[in-house]
């Protein structure tokens, strides 16, 4: 990691992987079309999450980082929300960039934050899952596709009398191959064929937060 290309917008939000990259440039760019201000940001992929502390440091020596006025992380919660909050700070406290550049709101743990406010842990995919599983019966979401496929995970679990430790993965990545339009795609390609409804209340928060970057760029 020696080179990150800028393209000179003003709010940068860094993200963990490729998949979560892509899923979050098809988001905002629907945001844009609702609200041209969220074509501030621009979305980069600063690889695993042991990578972040590295590529905060190498990010503020590139050219153009001058024209930066704020940056935002997001990345998975895993299994320990705490422990990926802790890691986060602790990549922030580490870069070397001074901490006003960072936004009010300087990272998002994936899924959401419970309505109490607490993060929960969780991945992408838990958020994906809740968005279909909130758009059942529409033009998003076959129910009987849906529900089929947690059987079969179900079923898988039960006959084999063991417990898949990413049950989540399994589950959206079911629900993609027991479809013509989705199988054998990830989920950046997912979100680029429209697999999600972007007008889901689930991410209401998400929104929240992307707003917050860029009212960042406004002060």
């Not at 993200?15 to 892509?22: L, N, Q, S, T, V």
């Not at 079309?33 to 972040?52: A, H, P, T, W, Y």
């Not at 979401?141 to 079969?152: A, D, G």
């Not at 898949?164 to 199988?183: C, E, G, P, W």
Request: hydrophobic share 35%; net charge neutral.
């Amino acid at each position: 990691m020696s080179k990150i290309s800028l393209n000179g917008n003003p709010a940068l939000l860094l993200c963990e992987g490729i998949d979560e990259a892509k899923f979050l440039i098809y988001y905002i760019q629907y945001l844009i079309k609702c609200d041209s201000s969220f074509n501030k940001i621009e979305v980069l992929d600063f690889g695993g999450v042991r990578d972040l502390t590295k590529y905060l440091q190498i990010l503020s020596q590139q050219d153009g980082f001058e024209k930066v006025r704020t940056i935002a992380i997001i990345r998975d919660a895993e299994n320990d929300w705490e422990a990926a909050l802790q890691s986060v700070e602790n990549s922030i406290n580490h870069s070397g960039i001074d901490k006003k550049l960072f936004s009010d709101r300087p990272y998002y743990l994936l899924p959401m934050p419970k309505k109490d406010g607490v993060w929960q842990n969780g991945t992408l995919e838990n958020l994906c899952l809740d968005i279909l599983n909130m758009n059942v019966n529409d033009n998003f979401v076959n129910y009987s596709t849906l529900n089929y496929s947690r059987k079969y995970i179900y079923n898988i679990e039960k006959k084999n009398n063991y417990n898949l430790s990413r049950q989540h993965k399994n589950l959206l990545h079911a629900y993609f191959s027991a479809t013509n339009r989705f199988v054998n795609m990830k989920i950046g390609e997912a979100a680029r064929a429209q697999a999600f409804d972007w007008d889901s209340k689930n991410l209401s928060n998400l929104r929240e937060f992307l707003n917050v970057l860029v009212d960042c760029c406004r002060e």
